[in-house]
T-cell receptor, first 114, second 112 residues
Framework: DAGVTQSPTHLIKTRGQQVTLRCSPK?????VSWYQQALGQGPQFIFQ???????QRGNFPDRFSGHQYPNYSSELNVNALLLGDSALYLC?????????????FGPGTRLTVL | GQQLNQSPQSMFIQEGEDVSMNCTSS?????WLWYKQEPGEGPVLLIA?????ELTSNGRLTAQFGITRKDSFLNISASIPSDVGIYFC????????????FGTGTKLQVIP
């Protein structure tokens, strides 16, 4: 049973560029949440997708957008990259039916903005 | 917004020692989660707590849901080198959605 997978593992971009990160949830999970983790800090909630819609959003600008596909996989898009967007981006999946509080995380994508 | 403060921020312990860490919140939670994160990896769920006063174990780990619902505690008994990592407490929003707020983390280092 595959866990949460994310791609790519590492990415280097320059300021102003756009980036797309991908996530496949754990088998049987229908909800995907995205988090940003800066060095030395805890993960910060970006947003969550369920039934292909954004259900809740954290304190992140509109440059951060996402999408969920019918197979529950998800993408995180960041436009007009800033140096401060450099971080580990984590995807977590869960099941709505079980309350969804137990979120399982992928290994993350390390984004570096130069 | 909700804030979760963890203490201590970091700790060095000898292998075999017991470890205690805690997490306090400015608001109440209905669920407490404890995660461990190792370098280059995503957080791994260790223990989930669903009821005030609940005490739950997972091997050498024991966590408690504080009676006030504003705190939680994690204990590790007889530490071993592979316990090294950052331990995060986390709590889902009360609003029925699944936004999870993470604490500031406790970095644990075990000296063999």
């Amino acid at each position: 049973d595959a866990g949460v997978t994310q791609s790519p593992t590492h990415l280097i971009k320059t300021r102003g560029q756009q980036v797309t990160l991908r996530c496949s949830p754990k088998s049987g999970h229908d909800t995907v949440s995205w988090y940003q983790q800066a060095l030395g800090q805890g993960p910060q909630f970006i947003f969550q997708y369920y039934e292909e819609e954004e259900r809740q959003r954290g304190n992140f600008p509109d440059r951060f957008s996402g999408h969920q596909y019918p197979n529950y996989s998800s993408e995180l898009n960041v436009n007009a990259l800033l140096l401060g967007d450099s971080a580990l981006y984590l995807c977590a999946s869960s099941r709505i039916r079980t309350g969804g509080n137990e979120q399982f995380f992928g290994p993350g994508t390390r984004l570096t903005v130069l | 917004g909700q804030q979760l403060n963890q203490s201590p921020q970091s700790m060095f312990i000898q292998e075999g020692e017991d470890v205690s860490m805690n997490c306090t919140s400015s608001s109440i939670f209905n669920t407490w989660l404890w995660y461990k994160q190792e370098p280059g990896e995503g957080p791994v769920l260790l223990i989930a707590l669903y009821k005030a006063g609940e005490l739950t174990s997972n091997g050498r780990l024991t966590a408690q849901f504080g009676i006030t619902r504003k705190d939680s505690f994690l204990n590790i008994s007889a530490s071993i080198p592979s316990d090294v990592g950052i331990y995060f407490c986390a709590g889902p929003d009360m609003g029925g959605y699944q936004k999870v707020t993470f604490g500031t983390g406790t970095k644990l280092q075990v000296i063999p």
